[in-house]
């Protein structure tokens, strides 16, 4: 391929948004940038994030209040206007074709700079008489002399699968026989998805057709308007509305060969609508500073880690963090952003995943209890109080001291001691036994049969349960880790549960008494809060909970 100007052609040559060298692609690849883990910055050098919005639609509308272009090539190549005052269009994809996806069990992943560390995984399964492939994915780049690299390898077994379900079955032994609970599914585009984007706009007569992809964007820099997206799949908050997005449009075939809308927008622009869906906009001040830092850190650390089989970097929903936005913009979360511009967790020479959760019910959950990759230093269980100290005496809580610690918290724990999230610091729930097993059945693949007991096989350092046997008539099946377990157990709030048989309403059971809401691990954001209300800054609330993590400014 020749060399040419713009490290991406897809977002090059955007006023303000800086060039450096890069490749050049025919335009039947015109698509290939879309999967790309390299960056394109600002002049100040913030980088520009590519957003998921929309996936598996047939037709989309949008709009703006003034004019729209419309860029085939990506900006900077040629363009077509229209419209003079409001502009509104439909979208619809033609002749679309799905990706072609190879699914590999992912055994675990690993900073890249972590050589040892790789070598000693690799060895360790290679002698259990697995053969072993390596991917990497992300990016190393710098900011004022600092390098900020959050590649990382995954090691996966040198076997691929060409459906989802195979891969998930292989996994699923795989995590019985070694007892690893964080197992998890990497997805390697063989062939991308294919399309014809046809755009429709109301007082133009013409259909215009753009193949792979196109760039929509206002001219005078207006807000675009999507229309009736949909979010929260999956939960019970589910549904649609419309949302308006600042920076461009990029409408282009998803893995399905569906219609997919990708948002290419600034970092710090970016956060200004994500903060706010985040976390309670009137919480402190000291709050806010700190969801704003631990969110640009999580999104750094994630961008081309994530959707290696999508055409963008990060979603706009819960599986990565939720964006929604001008519409939610706030000021008080604007300001937030402001203040913390560029800042982020560093641990040692490496960027720190400050990942968080909505209320840890007393204590923090460690990393490689929840996720692959994820056993860092500085993600490890803390307690949420004053006091300090952890209410388990072993390596691991047992039954009798979760139950102990359920129903009798710690005196001033932070997450019990505000307003804010209180109905999830502590719960109870009836959930019955054919809501498991069409839960159980939904996350193995595999019927239980009638649910005759459930058994927990292990326990985080927060008490969450990460491994749970449920045993049904059908046979026994081992859920893991501590997601797909609140799945199959009817959406709990969180895996922090004891539980005992019961029935309720003519219905058999299991009554859940549980704390937390969601996994648990970095930043408690309504302890968060709790802290910022007895007086702790932002950088106080951080060190609390990432201890041994440095804030940096890079840009």
Same mark, same amino acid.
């Given at each position: 391929?020749?060399?040419a100007?713009?490290?991406?052609?897809?977002?090059?040559?955007?006023?303000?948004?800086?060039?450096?060298?890069?490749?050049?692609?025919s335009?039947?690849?015109?698509?290939?940038?879309?999967?790309?883990?390299?960056?394109?910055? #600002?002049?100040?050098?913030?980088?520009?994030?590519?957003?998921?919005?929309?996936?598996?639609e047939?037709?989309v509308?949008?709009?703006?209040?003034?004019?729209?272009?419309?860029w085939p090539e990506?900006?900077?190549?040629?363009?077509?206007r229209?419209?003079?005052?409001? #502009?509104?269009?439909k979208?619809?994809?033609?002749?679309? +074709?799905? %990706?072609?996806?190879?699914?590999w069990?992912?055994?675990?992943?690993l900073? %890249?700079r972590?050589?040892a560390?790789?070598?000693r995984e690799?060895? %360790?399964?290679?002698?259990?008489?697995?053969?072993?492939?390596?991917?990497?994915?992300?990016?190393?780049?710098g900011?004022?002399?600092?390098?900020?690299?959050?590649?990382?390898?995954?090691?996966?077994?040198?076997d691929?699968?060409?459906?989802?379900?195979?891969?998930?079955?292989?996994?699923d032994a795989?995590?019985?026989?070694?007892?690893?609970?964080?197992l998890?599914?990497f997805?390697?585009?063989?062939?991308r998805?294919?399309g014809v984007?046809?755009v429709?706009?109301v007082?133009q007569?013409?259909?215009?057709?753009?193949?792979?992809?196109?760039?929509?964007?206002?001219? /005078?820099?207006?807000?675009?308007t999507?229309?009736?997206?949909?979010?929260g799949?999956?939960?019970?908050?589910?549904?649609?509305?419309?949302?308006s997005?600042?920076?461009?449009?990029?409408?282009t075939p998803?893995?399905?060969?569906?219609l997919?809308v990708?948002?290419?927008?600034d970092?710090? #622009?970016?956060?200004?609508?994500?903060?706010?869906?985040?976390i309670?906009?009137?919480?402190?001040?000291?709050?806010?500073?700190?969801q704003?830092?631990?969110?640009?850190?999580?999104?750094?650390?994630?961008?081309?880690?994530? +959707? #290696?089989?999508d055409?963008?970097?990060?979603?706009?929903?819960?599986?990565c963090?939720?964006?929604?936005?001008?519409?939610?913009e706030?000021?008080?979360t604007?300001?937030a952003v402001?203040?913390?511009?560029g800042?982020?967790?560093?641990?040692?020479?490496?960027?720190?995943?400050?990942?968080?959760?909505?209320?840890?019910?007393?204590?923090?959950?460690?990393? /490689?209890?929840?996720w692959?990759?994820?056993? +860092?230093?500085?993600?490890?269980?803390?307690p949420?109080?004053?006091?300090?100290?952890?209410?388990?005496?072993?390596?691991?809580p047992?039954?009798?001291?979760?139950?102990?610690?359920l129903?009798?918290?710690p005196?001033?724990?932070?997450?019990? %001691?505000?307003?804010?999230?209180?109905?999830?610091?502590?719960?109870?729930r009836?959930?019955?036994?054919? /809501?498991?097993?069409?839960?159980v059945?939904?996350?193995?693949?595999?019927?239980?049969?009638?649910?005759?007991?459930?058994?927990?096989?292990?326990?985080?350092?927060?008490g969450?349960?990460?491994?749970?046997?449920?045993?049904?008539?059908?046979?026994?099946?081992?859920?893991s880790?501590?997601l797909?377990?609140?799945?199959?157990?009817?959406?709990?709030?969180?895996?922090l549960?004891?539980f005992?048989?019961?029935?309720?309403g003519?219905?058999e059971g299991?009554r859940?008494t549980?704390?937390?809401?969601?996994?648990?691990?970095?930043?408690?954001?309504?302890?968060?809060?709790?802290?910022?209300?007895a007086g702790?800054d932002?950088a106080?609330?951080?060190?609390?909970?990432y201890p041994?993590t440095?804030?940096?400014?890079?840009?």
């Amino acid at each position: 391929m020749r060399r040419a100007i713009g490290i991406l052609w897809l977002l090059a040559s955007v006023p303000g948004w800086a060039q450096e060298e890069g490749e050049d692609f025919s335009r039947r690849d015109r698509t290939a940038l879309l999967y790309q883990t390299k960056f394109l910055f #600002t002049e100040d050098q913030v980088p520009i994030v590519t957003v998921g919005l929309v996936e598996g639609e047939r037709e989309v509308s949008f709009d703006s209040e003034g004019p729209l272009e419309f860029w085939p090539e990506g900006y900077g190549g040629p363009s077509i206007r229209l419209g003079i005052g409001r #502009t509104s269009c439909k979208a619809r994809i033609e002749q679309g +074709h799905g %990706a072609r996806i190879r699914y590999w069990v992912a055994l675990n992943r690993l900073p %890249a700079r972590d050589l040892a560390g790789i070598r000693r995984e690799r060895a %360790a399964w290679e002698g259990q008489g697995l053969k072993v492939r390596a991917f990497q994915r992300g990016s190393i780049f710098g900011f004022y002399g600092r390098v900020l690299d959050n590649r990382t390898v995954t090691l996966v077994e040198d076997d691929p699968r060409e459906t989802m379900a195979g891969a998930m079955e292989r996994r699923d032994a795989l995590a019985a026989r070694s007892g690893i609970a964080t197992l998890e599914v990497f997805e390697e585009v063989v062939d991308r998805p294919t399309g014809v984007i046809e755009v429709q706009c109301v007082g133009q007569s013409a259909r215009m057709s753009f193949p792979g992809m196109v760039m929509v964007g206002s001219p /005078e820099g207006r807000p675009l308007t999507l229309r009736s997206v949909e979010y929260g799949k999956g939960f019970a908050w589910h549904g649609r509305e419309d949302r308006s997005y600042r920076g461009r449009l990029v409408l282009t075939p998803d893995r399905e060969g569906r219609l997919a809308v990708v948002n290419a927008v600034d970092a710090e #622009t970016l956060l200004k609508g994500l903060v706010p869906s985040e976390i309670y906009v009137d919480a402190p001040a000291a709050a806010l500073e700190a969801q704003a830092i631990v969110a640009r850190g999580e999104l750094f650390a994630k961008l081309g880690n994530r +959707h #290696t089989a999508d055409p963008f970097m990060v979603c706009a929903d819960v599986h990565c963090q939720v964006y929604k936005g001008v519409g939610r913009e706030d000021p008080r979360t604007s300001r937030a952003v402001d203040a913390t511009r560029g800042r982020m967790l560093f641990h040692g020479d490496g960027l720190a995943d400050s990942v968080y959760g909505a209320s840890c019910g007393g204590h923090s959950e460690s990393g /490689e209890a929840v996720w692959q990759g994820s056993g +860092h230093d500085y993600l490890v269980g803390v307690p949420d109080h004053p006091g300090g100290t952890r209410f388990y005496q072993g390596e691991r809580p047992t039954e009798e001291e979760v139950a102990r610690f359920l129903a009798n918290p710690p005196v001033g724990t932070y997450c019990g %001691a505000t307003r804010y999230g209180r109905e999830s610091f502590r719960w109870n729930r009836f959930v019955s036994v054919a /809501e498991i097993r069409q839960g159980v059945t939904r996350e193995t693949g595999q019927d239980p049969g009638e649910v005759r007991d459930l058994r927990v096989l292990d326990r985080g350092a927060s008490g969450r349960v990460t491994r749970l046997e449920v045993i049904g008539s059908a046979g026994t099946r081992v859920l893991s880790p501590e997601l797909r377990i609140r799945k199959a157990l009817g959406g709990l709030r969180s895996s922090l549960v004891v539980f005992e048989r019961a029935r309720e309403g003519g219905q058999e059971g299991f009554r859940f008494t549980g704390g937390g809401f969601g996994h648990g691990v970095g930043m408690c954001q309504v302890g968060a809060i709790g802290r910022a209300q007895a007086g702790q800054d932002a950088a106080t609330i951080l060190k609390a909970y990432y201890p041994g993590t440095e804030l940096i400014q890079i840009y």
